[in-house]
T-cell receptor
Framework: SQQGEEDPQALSIQEGENATMNCSYKTSINNLQWYRQNSGRGLVHLILIRSNEREKHSGRLRVTLDTSKKSSSLLITASRAADTASYFCATAGSSNTGKLIFGQGTTLQVKP | SQTIHQWPATLVQPVGSPLSLECTVEGTSNPNLYWYRQAAGRGLQLLFYSVGIGQISSEVPQNLSASRPQDRQFILSSKKLLLSDSGFYLC??????????FGPGTRLTVL
């Protein structure tokens, strides 16, 4: 079964609002990554957070990781219409084989 | 800079026909290579990954196979396609075991 479960499955907000997406996983990890996918396109890496980190920022993105709860969240602040896309979390296992296990994704719609 | 190519971009094939999807990476050497499949509205399922020429690991037993004849070339094949093989196929590469860089994908429809 998939390692990552994301919540919510779909999110619709107004431009300027913040968007929060959550990801839960089941086994120990080396790192957790977030990717973005525009419709019908390949995935683009957004941010990576290692298992010994609790929070990371990149521009308008903020990622948190709680290994005790096996969960992560992605916050997009001051959203823009161009942020409309699907967002996936992916976990790299602690055995560090290079394999990523992806969640089912959150579809974000930002209305102008 | 590194780039990753996939072709064809779209493909419509009848059930029972063979398949060959190609992925090539430019601008790097000895990358880890990955094939994923994405069903509509779903996450990615890892199909195969390779850490070197001729080294292929299969994640899900199925109707597909993969080969890596050259360092930066990764091929996904099938001898006889099934309806369930329809989907969006993505190739990716990584230097290490961290972020992966994805190609534009191939949309496969099996009729």
């Amino acid at each position: 079964s998939q390692q990552g479960e994301e919540d919510p499955q779909a999110l619709s907000i107004q431009e300027g609002e913040n968007a929060t997406m959550n990801c839960s996983y089941k086994t120990s990890i080396n790192n957790l990554q977030w990717y973005r996918q525009n419709s019908g396109r390949g995935l683009v890496h957004l941010i990576l957070i290692r298992s010994n980190e609790r929070e990371k920022h990149s521009g308008r993105l903020r990622v948190t990781l709680d290994t005790s709860k096996k969960s992560s969240s992605l916050l997009i602040t001051a959203s823009r219409a161009a942020d409309t896309a699907s967002y996936f979390c992916a976990t790299a296992g602690s055995s560090n084989t290079g394999k990523l296990i992806f969640g089912q994704g959150t579809t974000l719609q930002v209305k102008p | 800079s590194q780039t990753i190519h996939q072709w064809p971009a779209t493909l419509v094939q009848p059930v029972g026909s063979p398949l060959s999807l190609e992925c090539t990476v430019e601008g790097t050497s000895n990358p880890n290579l990955y094939w994923y499949r994405q069903a509509a509205g779903r996450g990615l399922q890892l199909l195969f990954y390779s850490v070197g020429i001729g080294q292929i690991s299969s994640e899900v037993p199925q109707n597909l196979s993969a080969s890596r004849p050259q360092d930066r070339q990764f091929i996904l094949s099938s001898k006889k396609l099934l309806l369930s093989d329809s989907g969006f196929y993505l190739c990716a590469w990584s230097w290490d075991y961290n972020e992966q860089f994805f190609g534009p994908g191939t949309r496969l429809t099996v009729l």
